[in-house]
C-alpha cells in the first residue's frame, strides 16, 4: 500500500478483555516495529519484526502481550486481560531492510480501558 | 541510563532565530541516527537522518553527529510557528537492528 495502514484507529475496551491491533506496512518492507505511546510520553519500543528472522521481543512489558507477521505482510498485536495502564497510542512502523533504513508510521491506535 | 536522552522542554524560540534540539545515546556503537517531528494528535514523521560524523543539510534543517561525544543535534534555521511540534532523536543501536526513541523535545516559537 501507499502507507502503513493501522485498525482500528480507536479502541474502548473493558478491563479484562483482550484486544488484537492490526498493522499492514508498507508494499516491499521487510521490517516492522511496534511501539506504545502514553500520553505527553515518548515512544517505547515493543517488538521488532525483520523478515523471516526471530522478533525481538525485548520491549513487551508482560507475557499478556504477543505480537505476530507471517512474512513480510500484516502485522498483528493481542494484548490479553487488559490493564488501565495499557491506554496508549500503539504506532506501528515499517522500513526497507530494517533499523539502518528510516521507519514510516502508520497513524496509530489509540487504546483506551475503561 | 536511558539508551537515547533528550531535553523534555519546552524550548522557545522566538520565529526567525535558531532552533537547537540536542541528544545524546549511550551506545557508542550505535549505527544510525534521525529525528523525527510529531505533531500534538499525530504520528512521527522523519525529518532527517544522519550515519556519518559531521553535518548534514536539508534545506533549513541540519543534522549534526559526532560519534566521539555521542551526542546528535538538529539546528532548525529561520524558525516558523508552523515548526512547533515534539522533535524526538532515534537511535539504531549496534547490537540490533531496532531503532529507540528518545522521550522528545517539545520545541514552540514564538511570533
Known amino acids: 500500500g501507499a502507507g502503513v495502514s493501522q485498525s482500528p484507529s480507536n479502541k474502548v475496551t473493558e478491563k479484562g478483555k483482550d484486544v488484537e491491533l492490526r498493522c499492514d506496512p508498507i508494499s516491499g518492507h521487510t521490517a516492522l516495529y511496534w511501539y506504545r505511546q502514553r500520553l505527553g510520553q515518548g515512544l517505547e519500543f515493543l517488538i521488532y519484526?525483520?523478515?523471516?528472522?526471530?522478533?525481538?521481543k525485548s520491549g513487551l512489558p508482560s507475557d499478556r502481550f504477543s505480537a505476530e507477521r507471517t512474512g513480510e505482510s500484516v502485522s498483528t498485536l493481542t494484548i490479553q486481560r487488559t490493564q488501565q495502564e495499557d491506554s496508549a497510542v500503539y504506532l506501528c512502523?515499517?522500513?526497507?531492510?530494517?533499523?539502518?533504513?528510516?521507519?514510516?508510521f502508520g497513524q496509530g491506535t489509540r487504546l483506551t480501558v475503561v | 541510563q536511558k539508551e537515547v536522552e533528550q531535553n523534555s522542554g519546552p524550548l522557545s524560540v522566538p520565529e526567525g532565530a535558531i532552533a537547537s534540539l540536542n541528544c545524546t545515546y549511550s551506545?557508542?556503537?550505535?549505527?544510525?541516527f534521525f529525528w523525527y517531528r510529531q505533531y500534538s494528535g499525530k504520528s512521527p514523521e522523519l525529518i532527517m537522518f544522519i550515519y556519518s560524523n559531521g553535518d548534514k543539510e536539508d534545506g533549513r534543517f541540519t543534522a549534526q553527529l559526532n560519534k566521539a561525544s555521542q551526542y546528535v543535534s538538529l539546528l532548525i534555521r529561520d524558525s516558523q510557528p508552523s515548526d512547533s511540534a515534539t522533535y524526538l532523536c532515534a537511535v539504531t543501536p549496534s547490537s540490533a537492528s531496532k531503532i529507540i526513541f528518545g522521550s522528545g523535545t517539545r520545541l514552540s516559537i514564538r511570533p
Open positions: 519484526f525483520q523478515g523471516n528472522s526471530a522478533p525481538d
Open positions: 512502523a515499517s522500513s526497507f531492510i530494517g533499523g539502518n533504513t528510516e521507519a514510516f
Open positions: 551506545d557508542r556503537g550505535s549505527q544510525s
